[in-house]
Structures are given as structure tokens and as C-alpha cells.
């Protein structure tokens, strides 16, 4: 008997026993699929974490008071030291002193409430700042426009707001040239800015940025600043512009031992890595949950192959009976079982690869080719064993014996 | 003892064939030394009470079974010499065999049934299709091909089961109690079919509880607790 009377043999028995062997496809098939849309979800997640993020700004260093590190010694020295201020922000601006920093800006956040007659607001930010911030964050203005050096030189109480803030001071109409007194004091609106969407946590779009010199006035004080934003020439050269912050700030603060630095730096690469880790993690959890599922489904599989092959032990011992050699059956079995597996496989892929065009629970999944190979030859894999290893025994009975087998 | 056609060379040759099961006190012989020459052309009928060892005894004619001890020649070939493999293609080329049980595979029409060993055997689908008809035709179900064993009566079930012994062309015809199960007409039709096949030359070997499906045959043996105690040949007219 050659191959193809072997496979035409398989698929006749498959036919056979239609029912059952549209239940293990479909068995293998859910296990398959769901390795693949599960490992997708997690990745596509952990993707759109880390657009967020690189929407934050590009090649942007933040400069934050307070020494490295975490927990209470950080903190206790967060009280010590000199504070941020926007003399530090004007140096680090210096083109000579940085020569990788394409510039910087200084940020002072306020918290304040904002009314516009009967509506009122508080924006999750309020951000004084120079006109610098814009580009080093990313933050684009769509309607209206930026404020200017010159506002910021003339203290000028202008705002650029988010659309959230807009919507709940101004409902529908357009913001730009209306005034909301913030603090009871009155800002003009110039500009809107580009929808940010939420981070899950935060809603960028409740927002209001300010020259910092009008928000110092009107609401926080000339004080300390909360940080610094710094944006290198490239992302090449961010590691340099990094070391030039760190000596123009380490002299300006007074500071000879590097482990008592009274400030700290967290730039968008770290913060990547960081995230990027913690995703991860969250991927693998999900990769397995789908991994059991598949190895429940395994079961399923086997156990469906095992009572299969006992079944037809009887029937094995019919085609010994009229002259089957112990390959032939052997062969038509492990065919059965490879087409079996073969099918839902492909299904399985097939059905990853449909449902991962989906959003699932908010998230775009993202496929990893990984997985679709991993999941595809593990089940490949059990079909066969599963199949192959009762068959086997069933093949190696005596005919009488595999007769009269009840 | 018989002796029809004593110039030839037995088909079926057992020396003192025995076939044990468990051992010590528990042993039981389901074979206790049989010996027994059948010669081609013969039709042999088996009979004796349930437990004597009949069906044993054809399934080591059969080399479905293998015996504890003894010697078993088929046309010659020293049976314990041969391997699985080798077995299976004796089993498919030489021997036909018919179950009291019919023994078909489910889920397959009549036509794939009685294709079957033909395809084990390596012939060409072609080939196989016209012997598969010619041998159902002889049978007379040739309005039934595409029925699944469900869907045909016992006597049809067992016809297809004999045409599926009867399309290798073997030399020998094995049949463990084959009208069991089956009604006086289904009966006589099924003996006429083995004597159609008896006067084609082919040897054949029946278990049968009846002594009228004996009657039909040449030659009668008895068995009782594995050991054949009778082997009477029918004085021809
Ligand atoms: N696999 C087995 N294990 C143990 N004992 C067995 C086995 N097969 C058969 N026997 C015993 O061997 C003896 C002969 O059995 P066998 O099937 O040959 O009888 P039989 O003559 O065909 O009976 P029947 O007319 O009922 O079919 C019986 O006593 C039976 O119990
Ligand atoms: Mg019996």
C-alpha cells in the first residue's frame, strides 16, 4: 500500500467518524486560536503603552527634584538640597555649556480651579511654562495659537487649554479669545490643543498651558519649579545631553559626590524600558493562561484519540484479520491524527489571525509570530504523540486479541 | 481416518497443535494436541460442544492465533517461522475468513468492505473495483454497494462479509459459524454460495452447531475439550 492509498484510507476513516473528528479540530482549534489572540492582546497592549509614551515627546529628558532612588532616603533628601528654578532652566538652555540640549523649558505646575461663569473646571494640569515646552513635549495647538517668548517675557495671562477644559467651560463654542478666570484671575485663551486621549489614568486633554511668568504670579509664586523639561538634538545624543545637564546642574547646585544629588533625571528611553518590562510580564501571564488552555485542549485531544483508537481496536483487528500489514494501519492512524491536527491547526491560525483584527477589551491585538509557530507545532505536536502512540500499541496486537476486544 | 485426495500434499497440516491459557492449576487447554491433515478441495465441517475448542483451532488455522506448542503447516510454510509482516500477507493471499459476527468495518459501504483486502495486497484501484463488483455479483448484492453494514439485513451483512473472503481468491475459505446468526433462507442461500465456491476447487472449513449445514459438507469432525474425537468422511454415492 503506498502513501496516497494510506492517506485516502485516513481520510475515509476521518470521515467515518465525522462527529468526532469535527469535535477534536474543533478542540484543537479553540486552543490554537486562543494562544494567538491572547499573546496579541497582551502584546498589542504593551504597543499601545509604549505609543503613549513615545507620544509624551521625543528624546526628552525630564529634570525632577530630589536625589536618585527610591523609598524614604530619597525622600527625606527631597528636603535637603536647592530646589529646581528657572535660573536652571535658563542654562541648561545655554548653547555653549549644552551643546547636545536643543533647548529646554521649565515647568510649574499649579493646581487651581477655573470658571467661566456658572461652568467651572479643575484641569488635571495647569502648566506654567515657556513657549519651548510645546515642541519638547510633543503638545501640538490646532486651533488658535502657541503664546510666545514674549508673552512669557511680559507675563501675559494667556492660556492654551486641552479640549476637555474647553468643553466644560465653553461647551460647544469656540474657546479661542474667550476668557476663564482660573483662581479668580482672568486668562485669555489663545490656542487649542491636538486631543491627547486618556492614558488611563490621566485625561491629557484636561489641560491648560501658560507662560510660566503669568502662572508664577497669578497662582504659585516665584518659588521653585516642579521640573525641567529638556529636549536633546537626537535621540543619538541623549545620553551626552545628559551628562551636559548633569555638570551644568551639579556645579549650580553645589554638588561634588554624585550619590548626593539633590535632583534627578527620567528620560523617555528608561521610561520605555521600564514600561516595556512591565508589559512584558503582563504578556507572558497571558501567554499562560492561553498556554493551559492549550494543554487543556491537549488533553481534550488526547483523550479523544485514545478512546478513538480503543473503539476501533476491533475494527483493527478486522484489517489484520484480511491480510493489513502492522504499517499500514499504523500509517492510516498517525495520517488520521496528523490531518486532525493539521486542520484545527490551521483553523486555529486562521481564527487567531481573524479575531486579532478585532479590538479586544480596548486593545488592538498584535500578533507574535512566535506564538503562532509555538502554538501550531504543540498542537501538531500532541495530535501526533496522542494519535500515534495508542495507535501503535493497537497495531502491535495479535489479531485474535485486537477481535475480541470489547 | 479421511483420506479424499491422498496423492496431494495437505493445505492445512497440524502436528499435535496445542493452545494453552493460564498456567499450573488454573491452565485450561483450549487445544490438547490436535493433529489434522486437510487436503485442497475438501469441505470440512467442525462441530462439538461450546467450549470444545473450534473456534481456537480456526483461528490457528486461520494465523489469526498462534499455538503454544505444536506445528502448523499452511501449504507447506512452517507458520512459526514466519513474522508478523509475513503472516499478514498469508493471512491476506491464502486465507478467507467469515465471522459469526460479520466482522465488517462500520461506516463503510459494502463496495469499500470487499475492496478492502484487494488494497491491502497492493492491487490497482481499478482492478480492485472490477474484482470487488464481480465478487459482491456473485453474492448478489449488487444493489446494495453503497450500503453501510447498518443499513443491510444479517444475511446481507454476512454475503458481504463473504464476498470480502472470497475476492483475493483463496485457496481456503474459513467460516466460524457463519449461518449463526442468520434465518433458514439466508441459510441455504449462504451453503449454496460455499458449495459454488467448494466445487471451484477451493478448500473449505466450517464451524457449525447443525447437522444439516454439516450434512452439506464432506467431511465432519468432532471435537470435545480440545481434542478432536471423531473425523468421519462422507461415503460419496
Ligand atoms: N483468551 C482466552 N483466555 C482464556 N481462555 C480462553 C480464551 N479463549 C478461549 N478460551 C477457552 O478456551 C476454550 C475453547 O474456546 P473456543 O472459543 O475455542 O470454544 P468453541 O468451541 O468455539 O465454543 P463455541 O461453540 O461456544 O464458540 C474455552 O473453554 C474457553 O473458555
Ligand atoms: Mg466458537
Request: charged share 20%; proline share 3%; net charge positive.
Amino acid at each position: 500500500m503506498n502513501f496516497f492509498e494510506m492517506v485516502r484510507f485516513a481520510v475515509r476513516g476521518l470521515v467515518a467518524n465525522r462527529l468526532r473528528s469535527a469535535l477534536t479540530t474543533l478542540g484543537i482549534l479553540i486552543g490554537v486560536g486562543s494562544v494567538i489572540i491572547l499573546v496579541a492582546v497582551g502584546n498589542g497592549s504593551s504597543k499601545q503603552i509604549q505609543d503613549n509614551i513615545a507620544k509624551l515627546g521625543t528624546n526628552t529628558i525630564t529634570v525632577m527634584r530630589g536625589g536618585g532612588g527610591f523609598g524614604a532616603r530619597a525622600q527625606s533628601r527631597n528636603t535637603q538640597g536647592k530646589p529646581l528654578t528657572v535660573g536652571d532652566a535658563v542654562q541648561l538652555s545655554d548653547k555653549k555649556s549644552a551643546p547636545n540640549v536643543k533647548q529646554a523649558a521649565p515647568v510649574s505646575n499649579a493646581t487651581s480651579v477655573c470658571t467661566n461663569g456658572s461652568s467651572s473646571t479643575t484641569p488635571a494640569s495647569f502648566i506654567g511654562t515657556w513657549p519651548s515646552y510645546f515642541e519638547a513635549k510633543n503638545t501640538k495647538v490646532v486651533k488658535g495659537t502657541y503664546f510666545t517668548n514674549d508673552d512669557v517675557t511680559e507675563g501675559r495671562r494667556v492660556a492654551v487649554i486641552g479640549k476637555t477644559t474647553a468643553s466644560d467651560l465653553f461647551g460647544e463654542e469656540n474657546p479661542i479669545g474667550k476668557v476663564m478666570r482660573c483662581g479668580g484671575i482672568p486668562f485669555s485663551i489663545v490656542g487649542l490643543t491636538e486631543t491627547a486621549g486618556s492614558n488611563g489614568f490621566l485625561d491629557g486633554d484636561s489641560l491648560i498651558i501658560s507662560p510660566i511668568t503669568a502662572v508664577q504670579r497669578a497662582l504659585t509664586g516665584y518659588g521653585n519649579i516642579s521640573s525641567i523639561v529638556v529636549q536633546a538634538k537626537s535621540a543619538k545624543v541623549q545620553d551626552q545631553a545628559q551628562i551636559e545637564i548633569e555638570s551644568i546642574l551639579d556645579k549650580s547646585h553645589g554638588i561634588s559626590n554624585v550619590n548626593s544629588r539633590d535632583y534627578r533625571l527620567l528620560n523617555q528611553a528608561s521610561l520605555l524600558a521600564t514600561t516595556t518590562s512591565t508589559t512584558k510580564v503582563f504578556t507572558v501571564l497571558l501567554g499562560a493562561v492561553a498556554a493551559i488552555s492549550l494543554l487543556v485542549g491537549g488533553i481534550g485531544i488526547t483523550n479523544i484519540m485514545l478512546v478513538t483508537v480503543v473503539e476501533r481496536t476491533r475494527e483493527i483487528g478486522i484489517r489484520k484479520a484480511i491480510g493489513a500489514r502492522r504499517r499500514a494501519i499504523l500509517g492510516q492512524f498517525l495520517i488520521e491524527a496528523t490531518i486532525l491536527s493539521l486542520v484545527g491547526g490551521i483553523l486555529g491560525v486562521l481564527v487567531g489571525f481573524i479575531g486579532s483584527n478585532f479590538m479586544i477589551v480596548g486593545v488592538k491585538p498584535v500578533i507574535v509570530p512566535s506564538s503562532v509557530f509555538l502554538a501550531f507545532g504543540v498542537s501538531v505536536f500532541i495530535g501526533l504523540f496522542f494519535g500515534g502512540y495508542p495507535a501503535s500499541r493497537a497495531a502491535s496486537l495479535r489479531p485474535i486479541e485486537a477481535l475480541r476486544y470489547e | 481416518m479421511a483420506a479424499v485426495v491422498v496423492d496431494n500434499a495437505p493445505i492445512i497440516d497440524l502436528h499435535d497443535v496445542v493452545k494453552q491459557y493460564g498456567s499450573g492449576e488454573s491452565a485450561i487447554f483450549a487445544l490438547d494436541g490436535v493433529s489434522l491433515a486437510i487436503y485442497p478441495g475438501e469441505y470440512v465441517a467442525i462441530m462439538g460442544a461450546s467450549g470444545s475448542g473450534k473456534s481456537t483451532l480456526m483461528n490457528v488455522i486461520g494465523a489469526l492465533d498462534i499455538p503454544s506448542s505444536g506445528e502448523y503447516y499452511l501449504d507447506g510454510i512452517d507458520m512459526a517461522s514466519l513474522d508478523e509482516n509475513q503472516l499478514a500477507i498469508v493471512r491476506g493471499r491464502k486465507i478467507g475468513f467469515i465471522f459469526q459476527s460479520f466482522n465488517l468495518i462500520p461506516r463503510t459501504s459494502a463496495l469499500a468492505n470487499v475492496e478492502l483486502p484487494l488494497a491491502y495486497q497492493g492491487i490497482k484501484i481499478k482492478e480492485r473495483r472490477i474484482r470487488a463488483l464481480k465478487a459482491l455479483d456473485l453474492v448478489g448484492l449488487s444493489d446494495r454497494l453503497t450500503h453501510e453494514p447498518t443499513e443491510l439485513s444479517g444475511g446481507q451483512q454476512q454475503r458481504v462479509a463473504v464476498a470480502r473472503a472470497l475476492v483475493t481468491k483463496p485457496a481456503l475459505l474459513l467460516a466460524d459459524e457463519p449461518t449463526g446468526a442468520l434465518d433458514s433462507k439466508s441459510t441455504a442461500d449462504l451453503l449454496d454460495l460455499f458449495d459454488l465456491v467448494n466445487a471451484a476447487g477451493r478448500t473449505v472449513v466450517l464451524i457449525t452447531h447443525e447437522a444439516d449445514v454439516a450434512d452439506r459438507a464432506k467431511r465432519t469432525i468432532r471435537m470435545r475439550d480440545g481434542k478432536i474425537i471423531e473425523d468421519t468422511a462422507k461415503v460419496l454415492a
